[in-house]
């Protein structure tokens, strides 16, 4: 595990800094089509920016791509319970899975941060932006004979 967090997104990130926008969460659901078995029914992509010193992992040998795993890890791993061994946690964030669909690894602002697109299983959350579509993409595509 690679010790790790997500960094806060307002709701309009494009728009001027000088609105003043109160409410910041996490990430945001996408709405485009990714090519994931049981995307849209069962699986969604989340946009993330997570922080992390990757420039000292990478100057030890770690690659991009385990990285970013282990940087899935530490978000997949729920926090210590504030009730002893009564109640199990789940983690804060939800569940992602083990790979991400896609991920880049930059500086901005002077922050080493990466950028990913993780696959989640829940539809809705309170750290997120928007929810994930309800999809059918089973008639995509497809032409209907005359």
């Known amino acids: 595990m ?3 967090k997500l960094s806060q997104i307002k709701q309009n990130s494009l728009l001027q ?3 003043d926008q109160t409410k910041i969460k996490y990430g945001r659901y996408l709405s485009s089509y990714f090519h994931i078995k049981g995307y849209g029914k069962k699986c969604w992509v989340i946009a993330v920016n997570i922080e992390v010193d990757h420039s000292l992992y990478l100057a030890q040998g770690t690659t991009g791509e385990h990285l970013v795993r ?3 890890e530490h978000l997949n791993f729920p926090p210590k319970s504030k009730y002893g ?8 964030y939800g ?6 669909y896609s991920f880049k690894l930059k500086t901005k602002n002077n ?9 989640t ?3 809705r959350s309170k750290h997120f932006w ?11 595509g497809r032409r209907k004979k005359l």
Request: proline share 7%; net charge positive.
């Open 17 to 19: 800094a000088d609105q």
């Open 121 to 123: 299983e829940r539809r």
């Open 130 to 140: 928007g929810e994930g579509i309800k999809a059918n993409y089973s008639t995509c």
């Open 85 to 92: 061994k009564k109640r199990r946690r789940q983690p804060l």
């Open 70 to 72: 282990g940087c899935i």
């Open 2 to 4: 690679i010790p790790c």
């Open 111 to 119: 922050k080493q941060i990466i950028e990913a697109l993780l696959v």
């Open 95 to 100: 569940k992602f899975r083990g790979e991400p």
